[in-house]
């Protein structure tokens, strides 16, 4: 039964959600005084943060190109290396990742791999009642007490020995609007930090591993150093050494990649490897480039990591990592398997070539986003990384030339199709109507859809719209058209799903906001911002 919303007040910090009973045991005393200090301390800079993101996009968008930073040289051409690596994080040769919910913690936990990445980011739909339910089955999970019961009487629990859990918090661009300080609602990232490690520290740790995070859409070492001043405040305030907390950085933004160097630098206390988060790059490439027409990618399905641009941001990444001794993690296998069995043949066959490139380009390890991938992944850096060894950390591809900011803004060949351009909107369409129904993890046409793959979809199109991109068919893409396409594609999806479901849905709701953000005349920077308002 729904208890009615109240507030929780600690002075300054106030926590306006619903509480249920069970929500006491994460919204403790010690979690809002906790809270309270580290947004005191740290939301302010990172408000600054995110102002400096607008500055820098305003001179893109002005005719700069992003590129390596002359004044940190010294960094790129120092010798050091990062702190550390735990032993449990050495070998993280397969990892999957999914939303906080009860099951799917549990068969991620369980799956044949290394890792787990909890997600309380793109993959979840941070309704208040997820974020809160989410941080209480990542306590029990790391306690070994979790369990679920399905409604058909299917019973779900820990195996002996689960693969290590991290933690994603939400970037830093994402609010958390049911607590507010001061008036204002807090960092999301801040909210989701504080919780998992207050509740999971001393647990993590007394069994030899440690409160370890995935940290999103960073855009700068800047960024990277608030993050590493988090920690360090946290470590004193708990009294714990310096390097307890450990992280790994998404590199999913296209300023970022030119800053891996000085991320691993002012992280080094904290930082264990860097992540090739390809689809949010994509995102990202399209977002940071918008005004530039001669940088308009073509149909998301074939903008593959073969393509020299993506080529170059893996290799450079491997190769930035391994010289600073952290890890460096592939990217995401977004395919599910299906019941057909010639289908499943093909979904396997693309997994595995996609696992061997990066495993011979020199990744430690790589992301899958269903458990029935795991084995296939896992086979192919089973065959990579030499026995005996938990890593690749050894490859340093030296024999690279050296790659330029003029490879990583290469354009990519490829056509704008209508087919394309139809597929990019049914999946937005279905995707946005389960978030803003509280569902951020969607499949979707044999893929696992998440905000990032959602927001290449819309980007693409606003980018099409505001170059005046024309089709291979030679339609020239424009808001009309859109709006002409968007209006059909609904049919078909209505037609695909069924009617009962379609009337179920916020089906409306979503087409309304899929114009909204598709046909602006400003880029909105992430599609999530107004489904917030409206989840």
Not at 209 to 216: D, E, V
Not at 271 to 297: E, M, P, Q
Request: a negative charge.
């Amino acid at each position: 039964m729904s208890a009615p919303a109240q507030t929780i007040s600690s002075t300054r910090l106030r926590i306006q959600g619903e509480m249920l009973p069970d929500y006491a045991q994460i919204l403790t005393p010690a979690a809002v005084a906790l809270v309270s200090e580290l947004v005191e301390r740290f939301a302010s800079q990172r408000d600054a943060l995110l102002k400096q993101r607008v500055a820098r996009q305003a001179r893109i968008d002005g005719g700069e190109l992003p590129d390596f930073l002359p004044e940190t040289a010294h960094i790129r051409e120092g010798s050091w290396t990062v702190r550390g690596i735990p032993a449990d994080l050495q070998d993280r040769r397969v990892e999957i990742t999914g939303p906080v919910e009860r099951k799917m913690v549990i068969n991620a936990l369980n799956a044949n791999v290394k890792v787990f990445m909890a997600d309380f980011e793109d993959s979840l739909a941070p309704a208040w009642n997820k974020v809160i339910e989410g941080q209480i089955n990542l306590r029990d999970a790391v306690n070994g007490t979790v369990s679920y019961q399905s409604p058909e009487g299917k019973s779900y629990s820990l195996k002996a020995d689960p693969a290590v859990l991290i933690c994603r918090v939400r970037g830093l661009h994402l609010p958390e609007k049911h607590v507010t300080f001061d008036g204002a609602p807090i960092p999301g990232g801040l909210f989701d930090f504080a919780l998992y490690f207050l509740h999971n520290h001393k647990a993590l740790l007394a069994k030899g591993s440690g409160p370890y995070f995935y940290l999103p859409k960073l855009q700068s070492h800047l960024e990277g150093r608030w993050w590493s001043e988090v920690f360090a405040w946290t470590e004193d305030r708990f009294g714990l050494p310096r390097g307890t907390i450990k992280a790994t950085v998404l590199i999913e933004t296209l300023p970022a990649v030119f800053e891996m160097d000085e991320l691993l630098y002012q992280m080094k206390d904290h930082i264990v490897a860097l992540n090739c988060g390809r689809w949010d790059y994509i995102f990202s490439y399209i977002k940071t480039l918008k005004d530039h027409g001669d940088r308009v990618l073509p149909d998301r399905q074939v903008v593959t990591m073969d393509k020299p641009f993506l080529s170059a941001y893996s290799r450079l990444l491997i190769k930035t990592c391994h010289q600073r001794g952290a890890l460096a993690m592939g990217g995401m296998a977004a395919f599910i398997p299906a019941k057909d069995p010639l289908v499943n043949e093909q979904v396997f066959a693309k997994v595995k070539a996609d696992k061997e490139r990066e495993a011979h380009n020199g990744h430690d390890g790589t992301w899958v986003a269903h458990p029935g991938l795991a084995d296939t992944a896992m086979a192919v850096f089973n065959a990579a990384i030499p026995a005996g060894a938990r890593n690749q950390i050894g490859v340093l591809r030296e024999q690279d030339a050296p790659i330029t900011a003029a490879d990583l803004l290469a354009p990519c060949e490829g056509e704008r199709t209508e087919a394309g351009m139809r597929t990019n909107i049914r999946v937005a369409l279905q995707y946005l109507e389960a978030w803003i129904g509280g569902n951020g993890c969607v499949p979707i046409y044999g893929l696992m859809e998440d905000a990032a793959t959602a927001e290449i979809s819309r980007t693409s199109i606003w980018q099409w719209i505001r170059h005046g991109k024309s089709l291979s068919n030679g339609k020239v893409v424009t808001k009309a058209l859109f709006r002409q396409m968007l209006a059909e594609e609904q049919e078909v999806v209505k037609t695909e799903l069924g009617d009962a479901r379609w009337q179920a849905g916020r089906f409306a709701e979503a087409s309304e906001l899929m114009e909204q953000i598709t046909c602006a005349d400003t880029l909105i920077d992430f599609l999530t911002l107004p489904g917030y308002e409206r989840l």
